[in-house]
């Protein structure tokens, strides 16, 4: 938050989460942000602007054990619990083609105290930004 209010430089923030991780694999990418939308109240909060990306490919750089207990531990603990690997069967990631693909800053306001409504305006508009831009370069 402190970071945010500065109003220098960037701040990324890797909204999907353990779920992600483990509901995702080489041959199917999935986005979990329905759920997730503390990350607008905090940039409505902070005056900080919000900018749609996606990381083309990067569900086959990296191997990531999705066994269901670990995924269990890891929502018990708040950490991702996993072993992964690429290259060689180390941790390096594999020569593949990745695309990152980001849209405009979404322009959000200022609002020191976001009402729900506020939160699921924007997030709604998020979402919506993010769906264009898979569809534009899937």
Known sequence: KKRLSRRKGSCILYVGGMIELFRSSPT???VFLKQRKGF?????R???DVMPCYLFGNTT????LTWAPLAAIS?????SVTVFWGRWGLPVPKPVKLTYARGRPL???HIPEP????VDKYH???SAKLVELFDRYK
């Open 28 to 30: 199917q990418e999935a």
């Open 40 to 44: 607008i109240k905090l940039a409505l």
């Open 46 to 48: 902070t005056g900080a």
């Open 61 to 64: 750089a990296l191997v990531a």
């Open 75 to 79: 929502r018990r603990i708040g950490v």
């Open 107 to 109: 322009g959000l306001p």
């Open 115 to 118: 009402t729900m409504e506020d």
């Open 124 to 126: 709604a508009l998020y």
